[in-house]
């Protein structure tokens, strides 16, 4: 969650107000001058230091939270262009609105602890990386190849007092809590947020944005600085019908999807939002996270078919051979490096996260992000951020020797570098711009043409995100 802020407008503003005083200024003992009056307050008085662009909505915010409700609406725009290589060059917009309501049953009906959340969204635009680039590593987190509006999650979450335990039951995104880099978050590939190997190795992507699956997920905090996260969802977000993306098709026919993950935090680092700081930390904070998920499903191979032969062979049946099930094994890595003042927004962040799983029977075998981030890169600038990362993806063995009997150009790998600014406007409003650059585009092959490769490509854009 990023930290309110009054810099900025509302300093400048502030300054700007007491130079315009008169050193003659009224005092106390003076007579009082009738014939000010009072400047009417409307819904648009202080836009550009409050938190939301619509601020109270004439009070309807405050009745809301008053009898435990609380509603966020964001709008996210990006216009991203491919300068060089890919499929072509040229640029596209994409964009996402969300909206999310939440309930306090604590504030609604003395129900303690517990919380009710329905988001929603609509996609809308084009979808560079498909149309443009052809790339693994997907150029935004955001875009899609075609406008649909879904009901996204729709889940209800329980603490529990005294022990640091909550359990959370509905349909839920996993990319919200699992595999997680806090520091990753700030950038706009794809890759950086769902990572490669189960954005191409779960059924449709897995259940993350800007899909999800019913399941339960149980958190509990073990110590002040190790926490303990279970799931069990379904392992097909889409189930039996690709073709419903409306997100009410509340899917438990298909495979079961297992998940796990230890958090462990150094020096006051936030793992969940049940971490609390020991007495007396002292140190850079940092989060560590290691993690493993198996889908019970079946999985094709990627090079056999079902009587062995290469699935490039004449003869072949054309049929995959099945395997059973489907796992991977993560680590994540938060930690922040450099910090002079701990009062002060100031601070260099490193993150790292490394994904494997089996080579035979999924496309990507192994993935890997890594990048820095420096907040508050220039004196007054607070909740700026400037990062460099850097996106990596290995294809799979199979993968590769389906290749190699085809005669198709060998995938191998792909890798992906960005450098993003985020700077806020006002408390409401980020403008971020962005620069990717992409080595071996489509690892190597032409996903139109598998004979031929692609240049790599190097991409522009900007993004901007609203909070209303």
């Known amino acids: ?37 009072a400047q009417p307050i ?23 939270g008053n009898h435990g409700l609380s509603l966020s609406l964001t709008e996210t725009s990006e216009y991203l262009s491919n300068t060089t290589g890919g499929l072509k060059t040229g640029g596209a917009y994409d964009g996402l609105s969300t909206a999310t309501l939440q309930l306090d049953t604590g504030k609604a009906f003395g129900w303690q602890g517990g919380t009710f959340n329905a988001s929603f969204m609509n996609l809308h635009g084009s979808d560079l990386s498909q149309y443009n680039l052809g790339t693994y590593n997907t150029a935004s987190g955001i875009e899609q190849p075609q406008n649909w509006t879904r009901l996204w999650e729709l889940w ?18 996993l990319d919200q809590e699992f595999m997680v880099s806090q520091n990753a ?40 600085s190790l926490t303990a996260m279970v799931g069990v969802f379904d392992g097909s977000p889409l189930g039996n019908d690709p073709s419903n993306l409306r997100g009410t098709n509340f899917n438990l026919q298909n495979s079961a999807l297992f998940i ?21 930390e002292q140190g850079l904070p940092g989060v560590y996270k290691i993690g493993l998920w198996y ?66 029977r999924n496309l990507v075998s192994w993935s890997a992000n890594t990048g820095l981030v420096l907040k508050k890169p220039f004196p007054g600038r607070d ?7 850097l996106s990596y993806i290995r294809i799979g ?34 403008i971020q711009p962005d620069f990717q650059y992409t080595l071996h585009p489509g690892a190597g092959q032409n996903p139109n043409n598998p004979l031929q490769s692609l240049r790599n490509t190097f991409v522009v854009g900007v993004r901007t995100t609203i909070t209303f």
């Not at 790998?413 to 993003?420: D, N, P």
């Open 156 to 173: 209800y979450d329980q603490k529990f007092p005294g022990n640091g335990t909550d359990i959370k039951i509905g349909q839920q995104s």
């Open 260 to 280: 796990g993950e230890l958090q462990y935090s150094v020096n006051g680092g936030a793992a969940s939002e049940n971490s609390m700081v020991r007495p007396g």
């Open 185 to 224: 978050g700030l950038f706009v590939n794809t890759m950086m947020g769902w990572p490669g190997v189960p954005s191409y190795d779960m059924p449709y992507g897995g259940p993350a944005y800007p899909l999800s699956a019913l399941g339960v997920r149980l958190r509990t905090q073990i110590t002040p």
């Open 1 to 37: 969650m990023r930290k309110r802020i009054i810099g900025s407008a509302g300093t400048a503003w502030a300054i700007m107000m007491a130079a315009a005083t008169p050193t003659w200024a009224a005092t106390a003992s003076e007579e009082p001058d009738l014939s000010i009056q």
């Open 295 to 360: 889908n019970t499903g079946s999985f094709a191979d990627q090079r056999y078919d079902n009587t062995g032969l290469s699935l490039a062979d004449p003869n072949s049946s054309g049929v995959a051979q099945q395997h059973r099930g489907n796992y991977s094994i993560y680590a994540v890595a938060d930690q922040t490096i450099w910090q002079p003042d701990p009062e002060d927004a100031r601070a260099l962040n490193a993150f790292a996260r490394i994904m494997g799983s089996p080579g035979d």
């Open 397 to 430: 063995s199979h993968a590769v020797g389906y290749d190699q009997d085809s005669g198709n150009a060998v995938r191998s790998s792909e890798t992906a570098l960005e450098l993003t600014y985020q700077y806020q406007v006002t408390p409401w409003w980020l």
């Open 383 to 389: 909740n700026d951020s400037l990062g460099i990362g």
């Open 42 to 64: 409307d819904q648009w008085t202080g836009v550009w230091t409050r938190s939301q662009l619509l601020g109270d909505m004439d009070g309807l915010r405050t009745w809301m």
